[in-house]
């Protein structure tokens, strides 16, 4: 089992700058990839940025180039940092670690990116 905990979520204006974080606990040597997700209210949950254990990353068109997903291994945290947010960021962020066939969820972070 894997545990996640994330925080660093909050209240920015346009523009602005917020730095997630999503500290990990349990069985982490197992976890095979690492991810960010957001769900808008009235949306889907969608993908925002992975990270592999290869260090291999990949954003969601969205936030390509604004965003940038990375870890620090000792600390077993990865983070998330999000530059230049934009209104249509606003949303609940969650992080996924991929265990095998499995995964699992954080209890998500809110960002609002409000005028």
């Known amino acids: 089992q894997v545990q996640l905990v994330e925080s660093g979520g909050g209240l920015v204006q346009p523009g602005g700058s917020l730095r997630l974080s999503c500290a990990a606990s349990?069985?982490?040597?197992?976890?095979?990839?690492m991810g960010w997700y957001r769900q808008g209210s009235g949306k889907q949950r969608e993908l925002v940025a992975f990270?592999?254990?290869?260090?291999?990353?990949n954003y969601a068109a969205s936030v390509k180039g604004r965003f940038t997903i990375s870890r620090d291994n000792a600390k077993n945290t990865v983070y998330l940092q999000m530059n230049s947010l934009k209104p249509e960021d606003t949303a609940v962020y969650y992080c996924?670690?991929?265990?095998?066939?499995?995964?699992?969820w954080g209890q998500g972070t809110q960002v609002t990116v409000f005028s």
């Open positions: 990270l592999t254990i290869t260090g291999s990353t």
């Open positions: 349990g069985s982490i040597g197992s976890i095979n990839v």
């Open positions: 996924k670690a991929g265990v095998g066939y499995s995964a699992s």
